[in-house]
Structure formats: structure tokens, C-alpha cells
Nanobody, 125 residues
Framework: QVQLVESGGGSVQAGGSLRLSCAAS????????MGWFRQAPGKEREGVAV????????IYADSVKGRFFISQDNAKSTLYLQMNSLKPEDTAMYYC??????????????????WGQGTQVTVSS
């Protein structure tokens, strides 16, 4: 089992920045990929950014490329999402997720097995 706890959400004005953190614990060595996802009211959950555990390669949704940056600190078992130039359409609950291992890193939520409780990000215009 892998436990994930997000933090860092909040309310900001458009153009502002936030940094989300995801602390992982448990059998983290078994995971292949970790990432960030978001879900706005009335919409499906969507992938924002993912990366292989222990690797610097990253994959981003087109809507956040150049504004959001995913990174990890393996020593701290923590995943980060730096969000810059935030827009009102970025408003959503943001979730951290990890897979069980052995797969490939993609933005599809369905392949991830472990999820955090989410942290709310609200961007006002």
C-alpha cells in the first residue's frame, strides 16, 4: 500500500502561483509513476502532469504546459507541482496519484491505483 497526502492548495488571483506537495509513504519503491490530476465540479478527473519515480522525464497536459512544473524529491518521498500564471479555469480539486508499478507514465487517471484526499485550488479573476 502507498499513502499519499497533498498540501499547498488555496485561493489566489489570476496570474498568481501556488506550490502543491504530495508526501508519499508506505511501499513507494513499488511504484513506477506518480502524478497530479484535477477535477473541477461537473467535470471528469483529468491528468495534469506525471513523471516516472526517480526519473526526470515529465509529461504535461497541453493546458498547463509552460505554466506548471512537476518535480520530485526522492529523499523526502515528496512530489511537487509548481503552478504559475494560474487561470480561473485551473480551479479544481487537485489530487496526487501513484500506480502499483510495472506500467508506463500516462495522463489517464484510470491506470493509477493510489490517490490522496485532494487539495482545493481556487483561482479568481
Amino acid at each position: 500500500q502507498v499513502q499519499l497526502v497533498e498540501s499547498g492548495g488555496g485561493s489566489v488571483q489570476a496570474g498568481g502561483s501556488l506550490r502543491l506537495s504530495c508526501a508519499a509513504s508506505g511501499y513507494t519503491y513499488s511504484t513506477t509513476c506518480m502524478g497530479w490530476f484535477r477535477q473541477a465540479p461537473g467535470k471528469e478527473r483529468e491528468g495534469v502532469a506525471v513523471m516516472p519515480r526517480g526519473d526526470s522525464r515529465t509529461i504535461y497536459a497541453d493546458s498547463v504546459k509552460g505554466r506548471f512544473f512537476i518535480s520530485q524529491d526522492n529523499a523526502k518521498s515528496t512530489l511537487y507541482l509548481q503552478m504559475n500564471s494560474l487561470k480561473p479555469e485551473d480551479t479544481a480539486m487537485y489530487y496526487c496519484a501513484a500506480d502499483r508499478g510495472g506500467g508506463v507514465c500516462i495522463l489517464q487517471p484510470g491506470v493509477y491505483n493510489y490517490w490522496g484526499q485532494g487539495t482545493q485550488v481556487t483561482v479568481s479573476s
